[in-house]
């Protein structure tokens, strides 16, 4: 059983900065990619950056220059550190993994739950 939990989220006001972490345990032998992505109501979901086992990463577009995506990969954990925030940004986080749950490589992708970060003033 694998369970992959986001925290972090909250309410921020514009220009300011929130740290997400997302933490996956139980029966996990290897991680290949994980990311963030987020969806906004009435939008649908869209990719805010990934992050590969060997590091290299992606950014949407939207924010590439303000957020950061990293792992601690002896902890399973991705964290997305978002600066300079802007009300846009306000949406639903989930994280992703692309988990090795079992002997035989077999690679599942898991998803979080959810958490929700609000920009406003």
């Known amino acids: 059983q694998v369970q992959v939990v986001e925290s972090g989220g909250g309410l921020v006001q514009p220009g300011g900065s929130l740290r997400l972490s997302c933490a996956a345990s139980g029966s996990i032998f290897s991680i290949a990619a994980m990311g963030w992505y987020r969806q906004a109501p009435g939008k649908q979901r869209e990719l805010v950056a990934a992050?590969?086992?060997?590091?290299?990463?992606n950014y949407a577009d939207s924010v590439k220059g303000r957020s950061t995506i990293f792992r601690d990969t002896a902890k399973n954990t991705v964290y997305l550190q978002m600066n300079s925030l802007k009300p846009e940004d306000t949406a639903v986080y989930y994280c992703?993994?692309?988990?090795?749950?079992?002997?035989?490589?077999?690679?599942?992708?898991?998803w979080g739950q959810g958490t929700q970060v609000t920009v406003s003033s």
């Open positions: 992703n993994a692309d988990i090795n749950d079992s002997p035989v490589v077999r690679y599942r992708t898991y």
């Open positions: 992050i590969t086992s060997g590091g290299r990463t």
